[in-house]
């Protein structure tokens, strides 16, 4: 089963009330907080009603495994290190992020926070800004693979 990355590019004042109860249920609060979602029809569509103001895309195993390492923090807000992948029966952060995307656990049975709180990506969002789609050259909407580079543009 694959995960859809959805990252908050725009911030919600002036947004209709639907969409910010959206945002809400998914857990997006501020700009460039990233929420992993599993694939399917429900989160699909939910992120088709508030692509005006989020990117989203199919996140790959290995920028996972780099978004975890980094990114990810434990209750009481505790990097993720060696003892707890040991402590959890993985060998490493490859292993984690593979066992998230196949569905054989989740972020919530490891007891980590389901937002990843990002810096904004280097050299900016895309060149028309964050207030086109991402098929006209902005940075909003569906971009399938493309979500990865600027993932990586964000760790």
């Keep these: 089963?694959?995960?859809?990355?959805?990252?908050?590019?725009?911030?919600?004042?002036?947004?209709?009330?639907?969409?910010?109860?959206?945002?809400?249920?998914?857990?997006?609060?501020?700009?460039?907080?990233?929420?992993?979602?599993?694939?399917?029809?429900?989160?699909?569509?939910?992120?088709?009603?508030?692509q005006s103001y989020v990117t989203y895309g199919k996140i790959a195993n290995d920028v996972l495994a780099g978004l975890v390492e980094k990114?990810?923090?434990?209750?009481?807000?505790?990097?993720?290190?060696?003892?707890?992948?040991?402590?959890?029966?993985?060998?490493?952060?490859n292993e984690l992020a593979n066992a998230l995307i196949d569905g054989k656990t989740s972020l919530a049975e490891l007891q980590i926070k389901p937002v990843f709180r990002l810096h904004a990506p280097s050299k900016g969002y895309e060149r028309k800004g964050t207030k086109k789609p991402f098929s006209l050259g902005g940075a909003l909407g569906p971009r399938e693979n493309e979500i990865n580079k600027l993932i990586m543009r964000m760790i």
């Design 71 to 93: 990114w990810a923090r434990l209750i009481g807000n505790k990097k993720i290190d060696a003892e707890f992948l040991k402590k959890n029966k993985f060998g490493n952060f």
């Design 1 to 50: 089963m694959k995960m859809y990355a959805a990252i908050m590019v725009r911030g919600l004042i002036g947004a209709k009330k639907d969409a910010k109860m959206a945002m809400r249920l998914m857990r997006l609060n501020k700009q460039n907080h990233l929420v992993l979602l599993p694939e399917n029809d429900s989160n699909k569509g939910t992120l088709e009603k508030v």
